[in-house]
């Protein structure tokens, strides 16, 4: 049974102002960095092309803290979009609203259609977890896509057959 007073709602606004578009600017690297704040990356972080291709997958090369590191970019699957989001900032709350529970709204800060991850000790490949974990939404989108007729009628034909 959950507790009732440690659960926590929240809402996310996508149809706010248009958000700054990181294509092709958005890495998953290998490692967890206890950091969160403005950083010059740009001036540390230099991806490279690598020069060599695995399996349909442009090799990238980097280093990053002294090690290297070998990745790919990869597009979001069609009809999805990564999202940065913030927390929502409003002057306007009334002082009924701002109880931890109703102060929990989100808004995209930036939008991304592409994604590079990285690999410490191998190249990129399809079968890294992160790159596999994109056929979930095909298996989700498959489990919860409304039954037609015709796909009724189409498994009756079958079992007839059989």
Not at 3 to 29: K, R, W
Not at 71 to 80: K, Q, W
Request: hydrophobic share 30%; net charge negative; charged share 20%.
């Amino acid at each position: 049974m959950l507790d009732e007073t440690s659960e926590s709602q929240g809402t996310i606004n996508l149809c706010s102002s248009a958000p700054v578009d990181l294509t092709n600017e958005v890495h998953q690297l290998p490692c967890c960095i206890k950091y969160s704040g403005p950083s010059a990356i740009s001036h540390y972080f230099k991806p490279r092309p690598a020069g060599i291709e695995i399996e349909g997958l442009a090799v990238e090369e980097a280093y990053f803290r002294g090690r290297k590191l070998q990745g790919t970019t990869v597009m979001l699957p069609e009809g999805f979009c990564g999202y940065v989001l913030g927390r929502k900032v409003s002057h306007k709350r009334k002082a009924s609203q701002m109880s931890e529970g109703n102060s929990n709204c989100w808004e995209p800060t930036a939008r991304f259609q592409n994604i590079t991850c990285w690999n410490h000790d191998s190249l990129p490949s399809h079968d890294d977890a992160f790159l596999r974990s994109f056929h979930w939404l095909a298996v989700s989108k498959a489990l919860h896509k409304p039954v037609t007729p015709e796909d009724l009628e189409s498994v009756s034909i079958t079992k007839e057959l059989e």
